[in-house]
């Protein structure tokens, strides 16, 4: 069913009078109701002052209210006639960042509005603030994520790949009351752990290898992401234990700075700065962190690049890492909520070193 308050704070964020949202992410947060069109289209057209229109093909039909104008279309339909019966030509129309070329252009053409501007801004910074519903949500989500941890921490043995443990991660999701993955795990061993993406391989694990997880679960449609990095039957040896400790200074440093009017550069800049310090910045690869919600990425780093100020509601990554073949890849993440007072930490997995035998 339509949520009214987020449409109300999406309609006061609008930079136009209508907007067509197409990504089935931002439908889904609105309306409650997952469609994937595929090659059709999607669209939910916003105005003020009027009710919104979804428009989804036919072979999507379904009986539920979900508070909108419904108008099913065919696969022989005009998309940009069909938009252009709704859309007030002599309004800007906004758009959102998913809306296809092949869809975009006929519109353009046919000139259903006045002018075409980029609306997602409206939609992306609304679902940067989360709402007391997807707080109590992202919170599950990182608990499961955490209780995961524990047993993933199990899974490596003498002969084993990366492939082989990648692989059992879902089943334990499950177990555990999440139904899918955030994203593809990652599990890296050794020298993999220093590439930031690694996907998991037939690599086998060794003794004193790090073996490094990079995994989140979907709980209820939010996602959760943490990475920690463990060792394997051996202790690490004084450089690594070094490049750990700093990757851990950044992480707690950078997590300690974050609270409302904070800028996202300068939490960036807090753990950047403890890694140049200790002589790593090179291998410091990556910005601190991304935004997180419905999807395990989202609009809003934690990097240089954003100068936004942290409000309350918002949730992102926390992710410093050194990423040296030579020595130690490793990566410490967690997520973080901004509230009203300061913030929460929503990872509760150690930080601490561990050996796993």
């Known amino acids: 069913m339509l949520n009214q308050e987020r449409m109300e704070r999406v309609l006061k964020a609008m930079d136009a009078q209508q907007m067509l949202i197409c990504d089935p992410n931002a439908i889904f947060y609105l309306t409650g109701k997952w469609i994937f069109p595929g090659e059709r289209f999607l669209g939910l057209l916003v105005r003020r002052g009027q009710e919104p229109v979804l428009y989804v093909n036919e072979l999507f039909r379904f009986a539920e209210d979900l508070g909108v104008k419904k108008v099913y279309l065919k696969d022989t339909d005009e998309i940009a006639s069909v938009l252009a019966q709704e859309v007030d030509v002599h309004e800007v129309l906004g758009v959102d960042k998913t809306l296809e070329a092949r869809f975009l252009l006929p519109m353009l053409q046919m000139g259903i509005a006045e002018k075409f501007i980029n609306g997602s801004l409206a939609v992306d910074h609304t679902r940067a603030v989360k709402d ?168 809003g780093d934690v990097s240089a690049a954003f100068a936004d100020q942290c409000v309350p509601g918002n949730i992102f990554s926390i992710e410093p890492g050194i990423y040296n073949q030579e020595i130690l890849g490793c990566r410490i993440e967690d997520l973080i909520l901004v509230t009203e007072n300061g913030h929460e930490v929503l990872n509760h997995y150690s930080h601490e070193i561990e050996v796993i035998e």
Not at 168 to 188: H, M, R, W
């Open 132 to 299: 007391a519903a997807e707080i109590a949500l992202m919170k599950q989500s990182s608990l499961i994520n955490d209780q995961a941890m524990v047993q993933f921490k199990k899974l490596p043995h003498e002969g084993c790949t990366e492939k082989e443990l990648a692989d059992q991660t879902l089943a334990i999701y499950q177990s555990l009351g999440a139904e899918a993955f955030s994203f593809d795990p990652i599990v890296a061993f050794g020298r993999n752990a220093a590439d930031p993406h690694h996907m998991p391989d037939n690599t086998v694990l060794k003794e004193g290898d790090a073996v490094l997880f990079d995994v989140g679960g979907k709980y209820q449609n939010y996602c959760s992401d943490m990475t920690r990095t463990f060792f394997y039957k051996k202790e690490p040896s004084a450089k690594q234990k070094e490049v750990y400790d700093l990757v851990r200074k950044a992480n707690e440093s950078a997590e300690e700075y974050v609270k409302p009017g904070m800028r996202l550069c300068d939490i960036d800049a807090k753990a950047r700065d403890v890694i140049a310090q200790g002589g790593f910045g090179k291998d410091f690869t990556h910005r601190l962190g991304h935004f997180i919600g419905i999807q395990d990425h989202e609009y």
